[in-house]
């Protein structure tokens, strides 16, 4: 099986601030590697898919890299609203897809 | 627009069973297959099982192999999971996903609200 680690579990900062969050396969993954925004009390929100590729409607202060083994998350100058915790999933192992533990974005 | 809506959630007690029913509308139910994500309080997001867009394939986590049997009913566009002798464990935000695909890359797109299965003594 794969497995997903990210870095940091959990980071505050400051609205306007850059953050970069980090997601690391056990194995390569290609570019198989996909996030997720979730806030408390509601439905993960998928906001990168293909480890670039944004989402339809999902704001461009929002973007990926990576592929192999290691990936990351950038949001440009954060936002109120992107206070919230990150996944990332691997869907490269179909149909058994791997959720990273999470990233926890909170307010300085 | 597309909406998936969870039901059957509750609080039942160790080694009983309980199905989840997952709504689907907005969209051609019978050509996507669907998956069961689960969230236990305070925790991580964990893929539970797939079914394909025919009910042909079915895979589970290790976790609930041979207790949970998840299977759609194409005419009533309903995914369902059956969870038989559950465990404290299994408590959690039982969610719904849509599976889409591009360029071979697959990717949640849609999930429901979730419903909550409490598993307590």
């Known amino acids: 099986d794969i497995q997903m680690t990210q870095s940091p579990s959990s980071l505050s900062a400051s609205v306007g601030d850059r953050v970069t969050i980090t997601c690391r396969a056990s194995?390569?993954?290609?570019?198989?590697l996909n996030w997720y925004q979730q806030k408390p009390g509601k439905a993960p929100k998928l906001l990168i898919y293909?480890?670039?590729s944004l989402q339809s409607g999902v704001p461009s202060r929002f973007s990926g890299s990576g592929s192999g083994t290691d990936f990351t998350l950038t949001i440009s100058s954060l936002q109120p609203e992107d206070f919230a915790t990150y996944y990332c999933?691997?869907?490269?192992?179909?149909?058994?897809?791997?959720f990273g533990p999470g990233t926890k974005v909170d307010i300085k | 627009q597309v909406q998936l809506v969870e039901s059957g959630g509750g609080v039942v007690q160790p080694g009983t069973s309980l199905r989840l029913s997952c709504a689907a509308s907005?969209?051609?139910?019978?050509?996507?297959?669907i998956h069961w994500v689960r969230q236990a309080p305070g925790k991580g997001l964990e893929w539970v099982a797939v079914?394909?867009?025919?009910?042909?394939?079915?895979y589970y986590a290790d976790s609930v192999k041979g207790r949970f049997t998840i299977s759609r009913d194409n005419s009533k566009k309903t995914l369902y999971l059956q969870m038989n002798s559950l465990r404290a464990e299994d408590t959690a935000v039982y969610y719904c996903?849509?599976?889409?695909?591009?360029?071979?890359?697959?990717?949640?797109?849609?999930w429901g609200l979730g419903t909550l299965v409490t598993v307590s003594s």
């Open positions: 996903a849509r599976e889409e695909r591009s360029s071979s890359i697959y990717y949640f797109d849609y």
């Open positions: 907005g969209f051609t139910f019978r050509t996507y297959s």
């Open positions: 079914i394909s867009y025919d009910g042909g394939s079915k």
């Open positions: 194995r390569s993954v290609r570019n198989y």
């Open positions: 293909a480890a670039s």
């Open positions: 999933q691997q869907s490269y192992s179909t149909p058994l897809f791997t």
